[in-house]
C-alpha cells in the first residue's frame, strides 16, 4: 500500500506544503483535454474504463495513450476511474498503462482493494468511493472493512434519488460529510457538485485534518460540457490546491 501523504502524491504536491490538496478533474478523453487540465492547474485527471455507457469511456489504447500524455506533462497525474471488480483486467490495465491511481467508483466490495494490493504491491493508491444519500453513507457498514483491505483514499460523492452515481452535479451537506469522515480514519477526497462558488459551504471540510483534495466533473465544463479552463483554475484558486499559486491560464 502507498502512504498518500507521500509516495504516490503527485509531484508539485509533494514539493510544496504537504497538506496542499489537490485538484483532479474527471472523464478526460483526448490530448488537448490533457494539456487543458496541465494548464489550467488541476493535480489528477480520471481517465474512464469500465464505466458502461460513460460519455468519457475511453478503449483501453486511448487511455494508455492519455495516461502518458499526463505524466509527461509533469504536473498532472492520471487516475483510472472504473466501475470494474475483475481485479485481473484491472491488474492488465495498470500494468499496460502505467497507472498507479485507482478510483473505484462503483460497489467494489473491500477484497477487490486487498487483491489489487497483493497483486501490484507497493504501488498502488487505491481511491475507494462512499456514496451518500439523504446522509446517509451506503457503505458505512463496511468502511473498517475498506480500511483493512488497504484502501488509501476515501472520496466523497452523491447517489441520487434515483440511484444515479458520478457526475450527479449534487452537493453534500458539510455535516455529512464531516460526521462520515469522522467515523473513518483514512485521508479523503470531497465530490459532488463542487465548484469555485461553492468552497465557502465547505469551511469544516476543508479545514478536516484528513482532507486531501477535491474531484470535479461538472464544475471543470462549460455548457458544451467541454472543460474550460478557466473554470478549472478557478476551482484551484478557490479551493487553494496544490498549484493554486502558478501563474495558471
Ligand atoms: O462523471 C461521471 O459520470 C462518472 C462516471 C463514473 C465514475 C465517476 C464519474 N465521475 C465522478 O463524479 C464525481 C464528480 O461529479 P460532479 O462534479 O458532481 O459532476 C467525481 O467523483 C467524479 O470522479
Redesign the pocket.
Known amino acids: 500500500m502507498v502512504t498518500p501523504d507521500t509516495e504516490g502524491w503527485p509531484a508539485q504536491a509533494r514539493r510544496g506544503s504537504p497538506s496542499a490538496p489537490l485538484l ?1 478533474v ?2 478526460a478523453t483526448t490530448p488537448a483535454d490533457i494539456e487543458l487540465l496541465a494548464q489550467a492547474g488541476a493535480d489528477l485527471v ?1 481517465l ?1 474504463l469500465g ?1 458502461p455507457d ?3 469511456e475511453l478503449p483501453l489504447p486511448q487511455v494508455a495513450a492519455l495516461a502518458s500524455a499526463a505524466r509527461a506533462t509533469g504536473c498532472l497525474q492520471p ?1 483510472l ?3 470494474s471488480a475483475d481485479t485481473d483486467f484491472l491488474r492488465h490495465v495498470v500494468e499496460h498503462t502505467g497507472i498507479r491511481w485507482l ?1 473505484l ?2 460497489y467494489q466490495p473491500p477484497p477487490v482493494i486487498k487483491t489489487l494490493h497483493a497483486a501490484v504491491p507497493g504501488q498502488l493508491t487505491i481511491v475507494k ?1 462512499l456514496h451518500l444519500r439523504g446522509g446517509t453513507c451506503v457503505e458505512r457498514p463496511f468502511t473498517a472493512a475498506y480500511e483493512r483491505a488497504g484502501t488509501d483514499l476515501f ?1 466523497l ?2 447517489v441520487t434519488d434515483d440511484g444515479r ?7 453534500l451537506p458539510a455535516p455529512d460529510v464531516c460526521a462520515l469522515v469522522d467515523d473513518t480514519t483514512l485521508p479523503f ?1 470531497l ?5 469555485a462558488r461553492n468552497r465557502a459551504d465547505y469551511d469544516s471540510v476543508a479545514g478536516h485534518p484528513r482532507f486531501r483534495g477535491i ?6 465544463r462549460d455548457e458544451q460540457a467541454e472543460f474550460e479552463a478557466a473554470s478549472v483554475s478557478d476551482l484551484a484558486r478557490a479551493w487553494r490546491t496544490a498549484r493554486h499559486h502558478e501563474e495558471v491560464t
Open positions: 483532479k474527471c472523464g480520471g474512464w464505466v460513460g460519455h468519457a487516475v476511474v472504473t466501475f478510483q467508483h462503483a468511493t472520496l460523492d452523491t452515481v458520478g457526475s450527479t452535479g449534487q452537493q477526497l465530490a459532488g457538485g463542487i465548484s474531484d470535479v466533473d461538472t464544475a471543470a
